[in-house]
């Protein structure tokens, strides 16, 4: 009896992960074949308003499969930390380093410095 209601809880445990992680998905899918024009022509650190909500609403998703299906819940609070705190610096910086020198390129490339042509 004891294995029946692990299972279901599993199960329950499954779709609900499925679900929180289609509807996250699903928000951006919509977002971005809508694309409102607020959050198109809204800039925020020379990146438009919904590129931001993007890379938020990816980096909530890493988060949260990292948590579910890591089995981050059930860990001490120092490897949960230790796992997540460096995984989400990592991917803050990397963010920010390519949106970084992204635009500095633009910038060279659009004031006529450097030809477009590599």
Known sequence: MAHDTAHESNSKRIWTVFIILSVITLVEVILGIIKPD?????????????????????????????????????ETKGLRRS??????FLIVYLVFILLTEGDYVHEVMNRGHVAWDF
């Open 83 to 88: 796992v997540v705190w460096t995984a989400g």
């Open 38 to 74: 607020f959050l198109v022509h809204t800039y925020f650190i020379s990146l438009k308003l919904l590129n931001w909500i993007f890379i938020i609403l990816t980096i909530w998703k890493a988060y949260y499969i990292t948590w579910a299906f890591m089995h981050m819940e059930g």
